[in-house]
C-alpha cells in the first residue's frame, strides 16, 4: 500500500512557491503576493484553519492578513467588508473562512467577491468558468485532490471513479473535474449523496474512491475493491485525552482497515488537508501573476 502523503508533497510544492515568489517578485523589487482571510466568530477549528493558512504564507514568503469580526457582525456589515477587500490595491486574494454564522447568506457575501480575487474559486463566475475549462480559480480541495492525483502519477483515464458526497465545495467540483476531457481526467465518474441506494454497491466498483461526506469512518474496509485508490477528504476532531489539543484528526475512512486492501490511500492528517492549503498559496500566486483575466 502506497500512502499518499500530502505533508512530503505539500512541501514540496511550497518550496516551489517560494522560489517563484522570490525569483519572481522579490528579487524584481515586487510586493510579495498577500492573501486575506476574514474569520467571523470563534470557532475553534475556523481559528486553526486559518491559523494554519497563515503559517502557510509565512512559509513561501506571502504577505498574509486576517480579519476578524464577532459572530454578531450584521450582513451589510460584512459585504462592506468584501467592498473593502475588493478595492484594496495591496491584496491580491481573500478567503472568507466557511461556515458563516447562520444569519449571514453566505451566497450573498460570495456573490459580491470580485472572481479575479476570489481564490477559493467558490464565486459563480469562477464555478461557470471552471464547467466550461476555462481559466479560473478552481476550489481548492478539488484542486488539491487533483494536483495529489497528477503528482503521484495516478491514472485516471478510462478508470470509475466513485466520488461519495456532492456538496458544492468538494464533491461536485471534484467529480466534473474528473470526468472532463483532458489529461489527468478522462475518468468515469459516478456520484453518490443521500439519496443513493446501496451506496456500497457503487464503492465496490471504484478503481478511485473519492470520500467527501462528513461521516466520520463511514469507509470500511467492505465497502472498498481490493487495490482500489482511496482518498479520504473528511476531517473529524474526536476528542482524545493523549494528545496536547485534546483531540485527534480523524477522517470519513477507516484508515486501519481499508489501507490494508488499497494500493493508496491518503492519511488523515496529513492527506487532503495539507493539499487543500497548498491549493489556496497557488491559487494566490496566479492572482498575484493576474493570470486569471
Ligand atoms: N480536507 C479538507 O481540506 C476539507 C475541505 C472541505 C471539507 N472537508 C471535510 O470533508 C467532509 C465533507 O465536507 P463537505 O463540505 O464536502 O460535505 P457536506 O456539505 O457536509 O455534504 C456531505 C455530502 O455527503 C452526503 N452524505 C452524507 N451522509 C451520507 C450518507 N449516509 N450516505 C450517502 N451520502 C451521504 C450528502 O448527501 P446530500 O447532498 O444528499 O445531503 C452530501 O452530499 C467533512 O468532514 C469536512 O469537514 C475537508
Do not use: W
Not at 82 to 97: A, K, M, R, W, Y
Request: charged share 25%; with cysteine.
Amino acid at each position: 500500500m502506497k500512502l499518499l502523503d500530502g505533508k512530503t508533497l505539500s512541501e514540496q510544492i511550497k518550496a516551489e512557491i517560494a522560489r517563484e515568489v522570490k525569483e519572481n517578485f522579490l528579487d524584481k523589487g515586487l510586493n510579495a503576493p498577500h492573501l486575506a482571510a476574514v474569520l467571523v466568530g470563534e470557532d475553534p477549528a475556523s481559528q486553526t484553519y486559518v491559523a494554519n493558512k497563515e503559517k502557510s504564507c509565512r512559509e513561501v514568503g506571502f504577505m498574509s492578513s486576517v480579519y476578524r469580526y464577532p459572530a454578531n457582525i450584521s450582513e451589510n456589515k460584512l459585504l462592506e467588508v468584501v467592498d473593502f477587500l475588493n478595492n484594496d490595491q495591496d491584496i491580491d486574494g481573500f478567503i472568507f473562512q466557511l461556515p458563516l454564522p447562520a444569519h449571514i447568506k453566505e451566497h450573498k457575501v460570495i456573490e459580491k467577491i470580485n472572481p479575479l480575487k476570489d481564490v477559493d474559486g467558490f464565486h459563480p463566475s469562477n464555478t461557470g468558468r471552471m464547467m466550461l475549462n476555462l481559466p479560473c480559480f478552481l476550489p481548492a480541495t478539488p484542486f488539491g485532490i487533483m494536483t495529489l492525483i497528477e503528482r503521484y502519477g495516478i491514472e485516471t483515464a478510462g478508470k470509475h471513479v466513485v466520488v461519495l458526497g456532492r456538496s458544492n465545495i468538494v464533491g461536485t467540483p471534484v467529480s466534473l473535474l474528473l470526468s472532463r476531457k483532458s489529461v489527468h481526467a478522462n475518468a468515469t465518474v459516478t456520484l453518490c449523496h443521500s439519496y443513493t441506494r446501496d451506496i456500497k454497491k457503487y464503492s465496490l466498483e471504484a478503481d478511485i474512491l473519492i470520500v467527501a461526506m462528513g461521516k466520520q469512518g463511514f469507509v470500511t474496509a467492505d465497502m472498498v475493491k481490493k487495490d482500489a485508490v482511496v482518498i479520504d477528504v473528511g476531517m473529524h476532531r474526536v476528542p482524545a485525552s493523549d494528545t496536547k489539543s485534546g483531540f485527534r484528526l480523524k477522517g470519513d475512512v477507516d484508515f486501519a482497515e481499508v489501507s490494508r486492501k488499497c494500493s493508496a490511500i491518503t492519511p488523515v492528517p496529513g492527506g487532503v488537508g495539507l493539499m487543500t492549503i497548498v491549493a489556496l498559496l497557488q491559487n494566490t500566486l496566479k492572482a498575484a501573476k493576474k493570470e486569471i483575466k
